[in-house]
T-cell receptor, first 113, second 113 residues
């Protein structure tokens, strides 16, 4: 099976812009979680989707949003970008909803100037 | 609240020696504990996980032990090799029916040839 894929892999934006990142889970996986990774804060949970519904959300401002489509692909959006949003954004897919093994994608590295 | 502490933050060993990384968690209801290895510029990769119905799990040179009473779990790598050099993250589930993971702050393992 193909692994988790994310696009784009690299992105450079300026403050105030918005960005949309995409994640395609492993075939048959219905759960997608998103994480932000920075040197200072480590790996932090953003949100989780299952069957097109957001099931859980981390402590991030409302500028961070996401959605999941009927084919389980997921997107996350960050509006009004700030310098501090520069990070590696990772998505992970799982088969089911609870305490399942998560497999990570390669990430999207976002640089905000 | 949910919290995972990981020690040490850096670990340097000679090739062939053993390495041990320790984590503690706060939620006594946690029952799934994965370990991820992240090489520079790459995605976190699951190397081993343990569920709370067992106290130890081994996979070749890697083992994980779990002490539910003390709420801590450890990663043991024996006969370390230079390719084991990476950042290792422990994790525990967020509360409730979710795939959300709370990650430790990571351990940078350097295996000196």
């Amino acid at each position: 099976k193909a692994g988790v894929t994310q696009t784009p892999r690299y992105l450079i934006k300026t403050r105030g812009q918005q960005v949309t990142l995409s994640c395609s889970p492993i075939s048959g996986h219905r759960s997608v979680s998103w994480y932000q990774q920075t040197p200072g804060q480590g790996l932090q949970f953003l949100f989780e989707y299952f069957s097109e519904t957001q099931r859980n959300k981390g402590n991030f401002p409302g500028r961070f949003s996401g959605r999941q489509f009927s084919n389980s692909r997921s997107e996350m959006n960050v509006s009004t970008l700030e310098l501090g949003d520069s990070a590696l954004y990772l998505c992970a897919s799982s088969i089911g909803l609870s305490r399942e093994t998560q497999y990570f994608g390669p990430g999207t590295r976002l640089l905000v100037l | 609240g949910e919290n995972v502490e990981q020690h040490p933050s850096t670990l340097s060993v000679q090739e062939g020696d053993s390495a041990v990384i320790k984590c503690t968690y706060s939620d006594s209801a946690s029952n799934y504990f994965p370990w991820y290895k992240q090489e520079l510029g790459k995605r976190p990769q699951l190397i081993i996980d343990i569920r709370s119905n067992v106290g130890e799990k081994k996979d070749q040179r890697i083992a994980v032990t779990l002490n539910k009473t003390a709420k801590h779990f450890s990663l043991h790598i024996t006969e370390t090799q230079p390719e084991d050099s990476a950042v290792y993250f422990c994790a525990a589930p967020g509360g409730g029916a979710t795939n959300k993971l709370i990650f430790g702050t990571g351990t940078l393992l350097a295996v000196q040839p």
